[in-house]
Structure formats: C-alpha cells, structure tokens
C-alpha cells in the first residue's frame, strides 16, 4: 500500500510539474512596438461622420422595401465631401450600387491590398423607435459618443478609410503597392449583389490581394474576463451562415375542440428540442490561437488552463458556455428568429413555420448541420429545408504566422498604447468571406473600443474610438509606401 501512495505521489508531482513548466514557458507571442499618438480628431471629420449617418441607407429584408434614394445621396456626399479621392482614384460602380476604387501603386509587381466596409445598414425596428434616446439617424454627439443607426456597423469603417485616404492625398502620398477599397451596398442581407458581384469581377481580372481588411474584431476592455487592459480581436477566420425553415402543416379546426397535438405544439417541442441539445464544442484553430495568445496575459488559474487545455478542456468548455459570445465561439450555433402561425384566436392553425439561424463552426459544414438537425428533432412532420440561397460555410483560417495578420497585428499596436492583440473566430458574417478566392489573407477588425448596440437600441461609438480608427487605416495606408 505504501508503495502505490508512494507512486500515487510521485505521478502527482510529475503532473503538477508538467503543468507548471506548460504554463511558466508559454510562449508570449506580444510583440513590443511603440504606440505613436493618435492626432487630433478634426471638427471637419467628426462632422462628415455625422452626416454620413443620417443617409437611410437601409438593406431590408424584403427586396419590396428597398430605396435607391438614400444611397445615390450618400454616393453624391462622398464625393462632394472627399474630392481628392474622386480626383486620384478610379471608381468603379458595380450593380449600380457598390463602390469600387483603385489607388494606383507605383509598383505594378506587388499584389495589392483591399479594404473593405459597407454603406448600407438594418432597419429600426417600429416598435423600438421611442425607446431610442436621440433620433436613430440623427448623428447626435452626447456624452462622448456619436449616436445613431450604423455608427457601429459599418460606417465607421467607411468613414474613416475616406478621412485616412483624403489626408494623406493632401500630403501628395503615393502607394506603392495598389489598394482597392470596395464598400458594399448589401452586405446587412447576404451581400450577393454587391460584395459577391466584385469577387467575381476581381477574378476574371486575375486580382490576387496580399490582404483583404473587413470588419470583424473589435477593441475590448469589458469582453475578456482576467485581462485589465484592452485587447484588439483580430479576426483570422469566420463563421458559415445557413437559414433553416421547419414547416409542420397537421390538420386544424375550432379552437373549442382541439386535438391533443396542434401544429403549433409540433413545431414547439422540435424547437425546445434542438435548443436542448447543442452542438459539440469544439476549440478550432483560431480559437486555440486566441488562448495561445491571451494565456500568458492572464492570471492564475486561466493562464494555467489555457496553456494545459490537454487537461483542462472541460474546465474551459464549462468557462466559456457561461457567455453567449464565448459559447457562440466554440460551437455551432441555431436560434429561432422567426415563428408564424394563426390566422385568428379561436382557429387552430394548419400550418406552423419557424425560422431558425444558424452559424457554423469551422469543420461543421451546412449539409452536415441539416443532417445532424433532422437527427435531433428526430421528427418527420417537421419539414426541414434551407430558407433562402444565402448559405456560406465557414472561412479557412489565416494563420497567425502571414504577413497579413502580422502586418494588422503591428498597425493595431502603432495605434493604441499598451494593448494586447489576439486571434479569435468572427462569430458573425460579414462581406469578406465571399472573397476567399482573391485572398487566402482574409483579416476582420474593427478598429473600435467596445461598441455599443449592434443591431439594436442606441447604436454607438464613442468619439474616441474614431479618432483612433482614422489613425489606424493612416497607418496602414501608410504602411503602402
């Protein structure tokens, strides 16, 4: 007995070793470059991004509600508002709509980079709007942020390449290397008019970029629990997107006299049932890259478990299942959106539908999800089929190691003062996947400190973070030289 105590312990003391040499040797993969202070942001700026709110540029759902109005306006403003970029760069108007343009480099042998964001926004819902502090597209600054319907998503981003790309034209700066900046018109709906339009044109003209820059990751102090200081998310790969609509159509009748099980209860319990089982959390590899990245920033216990996921993978599963975006990180994800049933209160309805989002984990492609759906309701009355073409699987992953990571990576560290920077998986979409065939440098940042309202009440940004986004795509403008 003493003996198997005795090697009890030892094995013990060898694991608790391994653990501990794991986590004290962790690579720090924090690279040390000096911030340079972010200018002054200009009153002329912060103007135009008032402006550029208050075009209702509104993708909605149903193609019946779109208005061109809007975005022939906001055309018209971006080019009264920026004329060195309409004298110097060629603009190319793909499906009357999207907007394309080419800086010329001087170097025709470097592949060039693209910059991407989009003008159009989502609707505000009807029965929000009094909830709304200030109009939605007013522009209002109050409180050090600029309020309104795409300050966050995606005119930010749009804005300040224009700021960033004026200035410099003032300053006579000439790339080297060419840079395309493609700003989509219908990206809040899938972007197959717009942004899947200029991937296919990009590829009968042979463009191959170094790097494609769209929105994505964000600046964060609140969103990483265990870390004090911000952390910029630079997203390397992205979540597939795939709509699903379950259809039960069961006889009705008089509400007086129903049968023990509607339609209405059908659709319910396969609903109930596929919330109740979840996909499998898997850690993909953007997501091992962002433990890689972040472990040795943290402190006791997370760095220990970060750095010995072989050990502690449940622990962490657990961890991240307490967050919705976390969650959402490590696994396919499916909610339901949309439910339709019932024409009036005292008729049972013959059909049921739902509608349910789901987005896909890398490795969990679209015809696997489906399948693994029908399994979990395990219910042939209830029909499940894709709910529109807009299906994209999930992103490959850029590696960390690319020039193109490595280069966001160095700007975002030249443009914010003592910041960390991390890998991780966009767990939205966004209109860069559709250009997987012109870059395998797919980068997503959003180069703003935590952002308020995505797609919600009182969208928001502070003004801090957009004089620090205009100095980021500066600087990485710049860095064409």
């Given at each position: ?49 008032q ?24 055309r ?6 920026y ?15 999207t ?32 909830q709304?502090?200030f ?67 990009f ?6 970029a ?7 990751g ?57 919330r ?9 590899e ?9 472990g ?37 994800t ?41 399994e ?12 529109d073409?807009n ?27 003592s ?27 959003s ?7 995505f ?9 801090e973070?957009?004089?620090h ?13």
């Open positions: 007995m003493k003996k198997i105590i005795s090697i009890l312990l030892l094995l013990i003391l060898v694991l608790i070793g391994i653990i501990s040499f794991r986590t004290l040797t962790a690579t720090n993969y924090q690279r040390n470059i000096k911030a340079s202070p972010a200018p002054q942001l200009s009153d002329s700026a912060l103007l135009h991004f402006q550029a709110i208050s075009y209702k540029t509104i993708s909605y759902a149903d193609a019946k509600d779109w208005d061109s109005v809007p975005f022939l306006h906001f018209t403003f971006l080019e009264t508002t004329p060195l970029v309409h004298q110097h760069l060629a603009r190319e108007i793909v499906n009357n709509y907007l394309v343009y080419k800086w010329q480099g001087s170097d025709h042998a470097l592949a060039p980079y693209i910059l991407m964001a989009h003008q159009d926004v989502v609707p505000i819902e009807e029965d929000t709007k009094k709304w502090t109009e939605p597209f007013s522009g209002t600054i109050k409180d050090g942020y600029i309020w309104g319907r795409g300050t966050t998503d995606d005119k930010i981003n749009l804005i300040s390449i224009f700021e960033s790309a004026e200035k410099l034209l003032q300053q006579n700066f000439q790339p080297k290397r060419s840079i395309y900046f493609v700003f989509g018109h219908d990206e809040e709906i899938g972007g197959n008019h717009g942004a899947v339009r200029v991937a296919k044109l590829k009968e003209r042979n463009i191959k170094d790097l494609v820059l769209d929105e994505g964000i600046l964060t102090k609140e969103k990483i629990p265990g870390l004090t200081k911000p952390v910029a998310l630079i997203g390397t790969a992205e979540k597939g997107y795939l709509t699903l609509k379950f259809s039960v159509n069961k006889k009705g009748g008089h509400s007086s006299q129903p049968e023990n099980e509607t339609a209405v209860d059908i659709l319910t319990k396969a609903l109930v049932t596929l109740a089982n979840p996909f499998e959390p898997k850690f993909v953007a997501s091992q890259d962002f433990m890689k990245y972040l040795p920033e943290m402190k006791f216990p997370n760095n220990m478990a970060f750095a010995n996921l072989w050990l502690f993978r449940p622990l962490v599963v657990n961890k991240f299942e307490q967050q919705a975006a976390s969650n959402a990180m490590m696994r396919t499916a909610v339901p959106t949309i439910i339709n049933a019932g024409i009036k209160d005292n008729v049972v309805p013959t059909l049921a539908t739902a509608i349910v989002n789901f987005r896909l984990l890398p490795g969990d492609s679209s015809t696997y999800i489906i399948k693994k759906v029908q979990i309701i395990a219910d042939n009355r209830v029909i499940v089929q894709p709910y073409e299906i994209s699987e999930a992103s490959a992953t850029t590696p960390t190691t690319s020039a193109a990571f490595q280069l966001i990576d160095s700007v975002v560290r030249k443009s914010y003062d910041i960390s920077t991390a890998p991780f998986l966009l767990i939205g979409a966004t209109d860069s996947r559709h250009f997987n065939q012109i870059s395998t440098n797919i980068i997503k940042f180069p703003m400190l935590d952002p308020i309202g797609h919600g009440i009182n969208e928001r940004v502070s003004i973070s957009f004089r986004a205009i100095w980021f795509y500066e600087q990485l403008l710049g860095s064409c030289k």
